[in-house]
């Protein structure tokens, strides 16, 4: 291309023009025969009128760079194959005026055709460009609450883990053994954290419930008074853990026990103790 446009030359411009599309020193070549050519001019002009017209009903969306660059040389090449090879056909209409004449042969020739597919084609890609954006956008809350709740649950998961460890571990915790001569040798041991009043209850090779009843686990006091301390089911293998507060003064625990009960516990003791635990003598 010449530093002087042709007519032609300029006429092949005047899409992308309106389309704010030409590159500077294309606007510059442009704009110089426009300063020359009032045919051109008016063409520029009422296809920037076009443009406005279907620009004004299209979401406003700009695309990403490379995207932009690849759409404009594609709607470039597409614009000079038109207007080599299509020869617009135009109908006779007796009944028009001069001016809608003119209308209707600006609106059925090629640039026109060719521009309003090139509207139509970038209205497609910017609400593709916005519906990809929707959905990334979807994805990363999406993502981001499930690692807000699994975050919470690992916290919440150390706060039980360190209160355990302080529940069995404190300067103030008795450790009571409880011992079984049946075959299987159950074994439990709890750990009273007298600062807290809190029971933690761990127990091994618990024979399985038999059905409608469940393990009772009974603090023992002195005046022979048996305080349920709560219920629970052992794991197939035979293991548990219950863990209760209740108050409980040094001196007044003679024992712990451990029952089969009905399901849903009983007030006192019905069976006799699979499991007991003496407390020892400081």
Request: aromatic share 4%; charged share 20%; with cysteine.
């Amino acid at each position: 291309m010449t530093d002087r446009l042709g007519h032609e030359a300029a006429l092949e411009l005047l899409a992308m023009a309106a389309l704010d599309a030409l590159s500077p020193s294309e606007q510059r070549m442009l704009d110089a025969h426009l300063a020359l050519c009032p045919d051109c001019t008016r063409e520029l002009a009422e296809l920037r009128d076009d443009v406005a017209t279907i620009g004004a009903t299209l979401p406003a969306k700009k695309l990403a760079p490379e995207r932009d660059s690849l759409m404009r040389a594609r709607l470039m090449a597409r614009a000079v194959a038109d207007r080599a090879n299509v020869t617009p056909i135009r109908r006779p209409t007796p009944i028009a005026t001069p001016a809608q004449k003119a209308a209707i042969a600006r609106r059925t020739s090629p640039t026109w055709m060719w521009l309003a597919a090139a509207m139509f084609v970038l209205a497609a890609g910017a609400t593709a460009y916005g519906a990809n954006e929707h959905a990334l956008r979807k994805e990363l809350t999406v993502a981001s609450r499930s690692a807000d709740g699994e975050n919470a649950a690992l916290k919440k998961r150390l706060v039980d883990q360190q209160s355990m460890i302080a529940e069995l571990s404190g300067p103030g915790v008795m450790v009571i053994d409880a011992n079984s001569a049946s075959t299987r040798q159950p074994y439990a041991r709890m750990f009273w954290n007298q600062p807290m009043n809190r029971w933690t209850f761990v127990a091994y090779n618990l024979p399985p419930m038999s059905p409608g009843h469940t393990y009772q686990l009974w603090l023992v006091m002195k005046d022979k008074k048996k305080v349920s301390a709560g219920m629970f089911e052992p794991t197939p293998a035979g293991s548990a853990m219950l863990q209760a507060t209740y108050a409980v003064s040094g001196d007044s625990l003679a024992a712990i026990a451990v029952t089969a009960e009905p399901m849903g516990g009983s007030a006192q003791p019905t069976t006799t103790p699979l499991l007991i635990g003496a407390m020892k003598a400081e």
